[in-house]
DNA sequence: AAGTGAAGCAACCGCGGCGTT
DNA sequence: CAACGCCGCGGTTGCTTCACT
């Protein structure tokens, strides 16, 4: 896709979007916000459907969508979020102010996912791939990022960092949809769970700004390699997981 | 310079959730 | 309470661009 327009047989175009197109679609939303997608159509004169504008402006039209290529540091935070919510994209992208769940999406299954493969650690759980015989323990460099994610590979989970073990315990948990919360509960009360690198004030820092974890994605431009323990514990009472065994999520 | 494969990106499709009737 | 329609989300497709040979 993403090539050449078309139309179907009602008239409704489809395919790549034309600028006049986009500056109809603004024109709109400027004017009159985001309302009734149904509409939308009619009211612009444009021949796609509401489903296809409301795609077009949240992907690409909204003014604050960051048009650039990612940072190691979005890519680190895209892998964190992951192993915390699995493929949400949508909830990701709430943690990602300016990208669209489809980018973050599309930079997962293009990049992300196949470098985290090839460092010898699944990228469903974030636990490290047993028995694979991965030999370098630096992050290569595909998609043009310099970052290093996660920690590296390794073929026992004992050389992880402590919050590498407890993202991928939380990953396993929820990815596999089958211990519920009760079992992240039991990986929080840990005591071996414990804040090592004493990085806690500094996301207290970030939530006092933005409310948001990734507050502090701009001000650490260097240290992004795995969140702390406390970091993650926070997150996670944040975010309410500590809470969806009573909302019924899992 | 041409061919080829990988990566990046934009957009469509289908399904599930939710609100309305 | 069921049926219906719309919206949002995740999965997937396919075109374009880039890098390598």
Known sequence: MGGATWFEADGTKRGKWSEEEDQKLVAYIDEYGIGDWRFVPHRTGLLRCGKSCRLRWFNYLRPEVKKGKLTPREEQDIVNFHSVFGNRWAVIAQYMPGRSDNDIKN???????????????????????????????????????????????????????????????????????????ERIKDIMSDPRITCINGQAKELEESKKDHGKILASSDDQEDDFLMWDEEKVRRFMEEIGVMDLETNGVY
């Open 107 to 181: 930079h997962w299954n293009s990049c992300l996912k196949k470098r985290l493969k090839r460092n010898g650690i699944d990228p469903m759980t974030h636990q490290p791939i047993i028995n694979l015989a991965v030999k370098t323990p630096s992050f290569n460099t595909d998609c043009g990022s310099s970052s290093s994610l996660t920690a590296g590979p390794s073929s026992s989970s004992s050389s992880l960092s402590g919050s590498a073990r407890l993202l991928n315990k939380i990953a396993t948990s929820i990815s596999s949809r089958q211990q519920g919360v």
